[in-house]
C-alpha cells in the first residue's frame, strides 16, 4: 500500500492568516511613507552648495526692535538672504508671521523639527515674490520665541542646504 500525502490547503492558510494578524498591528505604515517622505526630501538637498557672505547689516522694520540681514552668494551663484526680526512680545512675532505667511503660498513640506533643542514654532516654506527682489521666489520663516527668521532665495534646495548647514540637520 502507498501513503499518499493529501495536502491540506486550510492549513498553511490559517497559518499566513495567523501570521500576518500577529507581524502587521506592530508596523505603523504612516510611519514607512513618513521615513520614505524625510529620505526623498533630504535627497533634494545638495550637499556640496558653499555659501559666502557677501554683505550684512541692520535695517528698520515696523514694529520690530532689531533687524539685521546677511545676504549670501552660493558656489553655482545663487543669491540667499538672511532676516533675523527680534519683536517686543512672542505674540508680536507670532503676528508677524502670519503677515509673512500671507504674502505666499505654503508648500505642503513645512513641518516641526524632531530634535531641536529650542521648539521653533510656526515654521513655514513659502512660493512667494517678495515686494523687493523679485528673484526671491521662496522663503522658509519660522519663529524662535520673539524672533522671527526669514531666508529667502530664489532656489528652494539651496534654502534647504544652507538651513541645513547653519542651523543643523534636525532643522526642518
Given at each position: 500500500m502507498?501513503?499518499?500525502?493529501?495536502?491540506?490547503?486550510?492549513?498553511?492558510?490559517l497559518?499566513?492568516?495567523?501570521?500576518?494578524?500577529?507581524?502587521?498591528?506592530l508596523?505603523n505604515?504612516?510611519t514607512?511613507?513618513?521615513?520614505?517622505?524625510?529620505?526623498?526630501?533630504?535627497?533634494?538637498v545638495?550637499?556640496?552648495?558653499?555659501?559666502?557672505?557677501?554683505?550684512?547689516?541692520?535695517?528698520?522694520?515696523?514694529?520690530?526692535?532689531?533687524?539685521s540681514?546677511?545676504?549670501?552668494?552660493?558656489s553655482?551663484?545663487?543669491f540667499?538672504r538672511r532676516?533675523?526680526?527680534?519683536?517686543?512680545?512672542?505674540?508680536?512675532?507670532a503676528?508677524?508671521i502670519?503677515?509673512?505667511r500671507a504674502?505666499?503660498?505654503?508648500?505642503?513640506e513645512s513641518k516641526?523639527?524632531?530634535?531641536?533643542?529650542?521648539?521653533?514654532?510656526?515654521?513655514i516654506?513659502?512660493?512667494?515674490?517678495?515686494?523687493?527682489r523679485?528673484?526671491?521666489?521662496?522663503?522658509?520663516?519660522?519663529?524662535?520665541?520673539r524672533?522671527v527668521?526669514?531666508?529667502?532665495?530664489?532656489s528652494?534646495?539651496?534654502?534647504?542646504?544652507?538651513e541645513?548647514q547653519?542651523y543643523?540637520?534636525?532643522?526642518?
Open positions: 502507498v501513503a499518499r500525502h493529501e495536502s491540506n490547503p486550510v492549513r498553511p492558510t497559518i499566513v492568516l495567523i501570521a500576518s494578524s500577529l507581524v502587521f498591528p508596523l505604515l504612516s514607512i511613507v513618513t521615513a520614505r517622505e524625510q529620505t526623498q526630501q533630504e535627497q533634494s545638495p550637499p556640496d552648495i558653499l555659501f559666502r557672505e557677501e554683505s550684512s547689516g541692520r535695517e528698520s522694520k515696523k514694529g520690530a526692535l532689531t533687524a540681514f546677511n545676504n549670501y552668494r552660493s553655482d551663484g545663487v540667499l532676516r533675523i526680526e527680534e519683536f517686543e512680545s512672542d505674540q508680536q512675532a503676528r508677524e502670519r503677515v509673512l504674502q505666499g503660498e505654503t508648500i505642503p516641526q523639527p524632531e530634535n531641536k533643542s529650542k521648539p521653533l514654532s510656526d515654521r516654506v513659502l512660493r512667494w515674490t517678495h515686494p523687493e523679485s528673484d526671491t521666489k521662496f522663503a522658509i520663516l519660522w519663529r524662535e520665541g524672533n527668521y526669514v531666508l529667502e532665495s530664489s528652494l534646495p539651496h534654502l534647504k542646504a544652507f541645513q547653519v543643523g540637520p534636525g532643522h526642518k
